[in-house]
């Protein structure tokens, strides 16, 4: 099984409802995330984007799937 939460309230909400998951961002590690063990796949994908900058501080808060890139692009 695998859930896909689009949302941090979705993600919270998935993790509470299974005691064990196994977790898939980019997808660039499969074998790290392959469910074959019976533990849900929580697939991270959807949770992409630049939560917060603050470039006086040089501090920035990204979602989980975020592509470098557009962190890069931030940071330029």
């Known amino acids: 099984m695998t859930f896909r939460p689009a949302t941090i309230e ?5 993790l509470t ?3 064990r998951v196994r977790l898939r961002g980019g997808g ?6 392959h469910a ?3 533990v849900p796949v929580c697939d991270l994908s959807a949770l992409k984007g630049i939560v917060e900058y ?7 808060t ?3 799937a975020t ?3 557009d962190i890069t692009h931030l940071l330029a």
């Open 10 to 14: 979705a993600l919270a909400e998935g």
């Open 17 to 19: 409802a299974y005691p």
């Open 28 to 33: 660039t590690k499969r074998p790290l995330s």
């Open 36 to 38: 074959d063990d019976g």
């Open 54 to 60: 603050t470039p006086e501080e040089f501090t920035f």
């Open 62 to 64: 990204a979602l989980a």
């Open 67 to 69: 592509p470098l890139a």
